[in-house]
């Protein structure tokens, strides 16, 4: 409905917009006073790439009604001119088949698993991370012969509509507009942010839960204090977001924090949950639930009802829950 084939695509019929061609020009607000998406050229209807009142420059609406990058440019702003692919440097490294330029955005190929967006940026898929997006998290895989599922990537639900950081609303804070409490049941995305893979997640620059914090503005001296056990080993503050680089085995989320990496858990991301199969004999922490690795509050398979897995593996009750059972 509100769509029809054209050159081997659907594409969305006039008035209407949207990857489902279900938004219809003829209701848009008039009235939108936040920050406009990158690709605009200035006014827009909504904080989305598909709410600008006209594309920025070296930019165009597609098929769907979201201003995307003309060909041959890229970048957040569509402001980076790709001539001809004549680096001889070190490409990025979601970068396949030569590149442009040393950045994200300037990769002729992606490498597999990842795919290049409306802004020429290569990202893994989701399930997959890593520099190569060749490792995998929130899939059931096999480990010594046993199918092991894995917990959703932590995005700071605490329970009771708590999130991580003292954020506390009906909604995840990376959402403008809700069906639930997790970053995948936002209706849209808070400024800052946009919809990947069925989560709010910040745009390029941006991190914490609300995506509201900027690289940009960053202060120019380490912090001098401890840093986050997360991190490698220089910061900016204390926080598993203020992290200049990533300790062993543990990577950048969807916001900027310093998660564990897939199969591994702790406190420092060092238990190695990636070659063993889960206890069947054993006592597990009282808050797992199908299994553990081990002894600890990170070696749960599944964590208890009222109780959720945070982004180093340890099964926590909910706000407003307490006990051996989160019961």
Do not use: K
Request: hydrophobic content about 20%; aromatic content about 18%; some cysteine.
């Amino acid at each position: 409905m509100n769509s029809f084939l054209s050159e081997g695509y659907c594409r969305c019929n006039n008035g209407y917009y949207g990857y489902d061609c279900s938004l219809s020009y003829a209701v848009r607000n008039v009235s939108f006073y936040g920050t406009c998406h990158h690709s605009c050229g200035g006014s827009c209807f909504g904080p989305e790439p598909y709410e600008c009142n006209s594309c920025g420059s070296h930019s165009h609406l597609d098929y769907w009604g979201l201003c995307v990058c003309d060909d041959h440019y890229a970048g957040q702003h569509c402001g980076v001119y790709h001539a001809h692919a004549a680096y001889d440097h070190n490409c990025y490294h979601t970068c396949n088949g030569g590149c442009y330029g040393p950045e994200l955005y300037d990769c002729v190929g992606c490498c597999e698993n990842a795919y290049m967006d409306a802004y020429g940026y290569c990202t893994c898929f989701d399930g997959y991370y890593g520099d190569l997006c060749d490792q995998t998290y929130d899939h059931t895989h096999d480990i010594g012969g046993v199918a092991v599922a894995h917990s959703h990537y932590y995005d700071g639900y605490m329970g009771n509509h708590y999130y991580y950081g003292g954020y506390h609303s009906d909604c995840h804070p990376a959402c403008n507009g809700c069906s639930g409490p997790y970053a995948s049941d936002c209706i849209s995305c808070c400024d800052h942010a946009h919809s990947d893979s069925g989560y709010c997640r910040c745009m390029d620059g941006y991190y914490g839960y609300n995506c509201s914090l900027s690289y940009s503005v960053r202060v120019a001296s380490y912090y001098h204090g401890d840093c986050h056990m997360s991190c490698g080993s220089t910061c900016y503050g204390p926080e598993p977001y203020d992290c200049d680089s990533c300790g062993a085995h543990s990577h950048l989320d969807y916001w900027g924090f310093c998660a564990c990496d897939f199969g591994y858990a702790g406190i420092h991301c060092a238990a190695d949950h990636t070659h063993i199969a889960p206890w069947n004999g054993h006592a597990c922490y009282p808050t797992c639930s199908g299994g553990c690795y081990g002894p600890e509050a990170y070696d749960c398979v599944f964590c208890v009802d009222n109780a959720y897995m945070d982004m180093y593996g340890y099964c926590t009750c909910f706000d407003g829950w307490y006990g051996d059972l989160c019961d």
